[in-house]
C-alpha cells in the first residue's frame, strides 16, 4: 500500500526565513513524487515534481530513497508562500498497472509566512 | 488556456436526494480522475477512467457510480445522499503517461447535503 505522511499540519516561519516542509512516504516500488499547491480560494496547482528536478518559485524537494523522504525547501520564505501544500505520490507510469496514475495525498501543511 | 471544468460549483442537496457532478477535461487528456475532501481532511481518490473505460477503484461508495463518455468528459452519479457526503469533490484530467506531466485539477464542485 503507499502512503504520505505530512508530519506538520500546522508551519509558520517570518518572511526571509527558511521554510522546509516535511514527507515522507511509504511505497514498495519506485514511485513518482510530487508537491502541489493550494492558494486560498484556489484550486490544487501542481508545484514540482521530482522528476524533473526543477525549482519552482524558489522551491526544491530532493527525494531521498534512503530515507523515503521528499521534502520541500525554501531558503527565504515570502508572504505570498502561504498556502496550504500537498506532497503525493503516484505509481510509476504504467498503462498496465491496476493503481496506474492514481494519486495518494498527504494530509497536508498550511504554511503561513508572517512579515 | 482551457482548463479542467467542473460543474456545478456549488450544489446544495437534501438527504436521500441524488446528485450529478460532471468533469470536463483538458482537450487531449485522455484520462479523468475523482477526489474527495470532507472538511479538514486530505483528498481521498474515488475512481479514475482511462480512455472512457474504469481504469483504477479506490474508496467510493456503492451509491456512487460514475462514467466517462466519448467526448471524455466525466460524470459523478450520487444517490441517496448523506450527510456525510457533504466535502469539496474535484477532478484531475492528464495524459495517459500523466505521472511524468502531473495532473491538471479542476476547481471542485463543494457539494453540501442537508
Known amino acids: 500500500a503507499q502512503r504520505v505522511t505530512q508530519p506538520e499540519k500546522l508551519l509558520s516561519v517570518f518572511k526571509g526565513a527558511p521554510v522546509e516542509l516535511k514527507c515522507n512516504y511509504s511505497?514498495?516500488?519506485?514511485?513518482?513524487l510530487f508537491w502541489y499547491v493550494q492558494y486560498s480560494r484556489q484550486r490544487l496547482q501542481l508545484l514540482l515534481r521530482?522528476?524533473s528536478r526543477e525549482s519552482i518559485k524558489g522551491f526544491t524537494a530532493d527525494l531521498n530513497k534512503g530515507e523515503t523522504s521528499f521534502h520541500l525547501k525554501k531558503p527565504f520564505a515570502q508572504e505570498e508562500d502561504s498556502a496550504m501544500y500537498y506532497c503525493?505520490?503516484?505509481?510509476?507510469?504504467?498503462?498496465?498497472?491496476?493503481?496506474?496514475?492514481?494519486?495518494?495525498f498527504g494530509q497536508g501543511t498550511i504554511l503561513t509566512v508572517h512579515p | 488556456a482551457a482548463g479542467v471544468i467542473q460543474s456545478p460549483r456549488h450544489l446544495i442537496k437534501e438527504k436521500r436526494e441524488t446528485a450529478t457532478l460532471k468533469c470536463y477535461p483538458i482537450p487531449r487528456h485522455d484520462t479523468v480522475y475523482w477526489y474527495q475532501q470532507g472538511p479538514g481532511q486530505d483528498p481521498q481518490f474515488l475512481i479514475s477512467?482511462?480512455?472512457?473505460?474504469?481504469?483504477d477503484k479506490g474508496s467510493i461508495p456503492d451509491r456512487f457510480s460514475a462514467q466517462q463518455f466519448s467526448d471524455y468528459h466525466s460524470e459523478l452519479n450520487m444517490s441517496s445522499l448523506e450527510l456525510g457526503d457533504s466535502a469539496l469533490y474535484f477532478c484531475?484530467?492528464?495524459?495517459?503517461?500523466?505521472?511524468?506531466?502531473?495532473?491538471?485539477f479542476g476547481s471542485g464542485t463543494r457539494l453540501t447535503v442537508v
Open positions: 511505497y514498495s516500488g519506485s514511485p513518482e
Open positions: 477512467f482511462y480512455e472512457k473505460m474504469q481504469s
Open positions: 484531475a484530467s492528464s495524459l495517459v503517461d500523466g505521472g511524468n506531466y502531473g495532473y491538471t
Open positions: 521530482h522528476i
Open positions: 503525493a505520490l503516484s505509481g510509476p507510469s504504467n498503462a498496465g498497472g491496476t493503481s496506474y496514475g492514481k494519486l495518494t
